[in-house]
Nanobody, 121 residues
């Protein structure tokens, strides 16, 4: 069973920075992409940023230029550096990945448990 474990969330003042990390369990044959979504209270979950195994990235317009996604493929880990944070960035941030587990030929999308980010004004 593939698991994603997030860390790095917390409380920060507007204008500050946080770095989220997401590590996938070792039983992965291949990784197609890793990314971050967020869900604010009363709102739908939305894509924040995604990076493919080849290094291609895409960002939500609301975070482009402030957030940077990166990955360490050898460690099956993805990071989200969040700078110039705004109160509207407050949400639970979820890690998401498209993987083929070791010993399987099934492609799966897996989710982490979420890590809360609160930006105070």
């Amino acid at each position: 069973q593939v698991q994603l474990v997030e860390s790095g969330g917390g409380l920060v003042q507007a204008g500050g920075s946080l770095r989220l990390s997401c590590a996938a369990s070792a039983n992965i044959f291949s990784m197609n992409f890793m990314g971050w979504y967020r869900q604010a209270p009363g709102k739908q979950r939305e894509l924040v940023a995604r990076i493919t195994s080849g290094g291609f990235t895409n960002y939500a317009d609301s975070v482009r230029g402030r957030f940077t996604i990166s990955s360490d493929n050898a460690k099956n880990t993805v990071y989200l550096q969040m700078n110039s944070l705004k109160p509207e960035d407050t949400a639970v941030y979820y890690c998401n990945a498209g993987v083929v587990p070791t010993g399987s030929n099934r492609y799966l999308e897996v989710w982490g448990q979420g890590t809360p980010v609160t930006v105070s004004s």
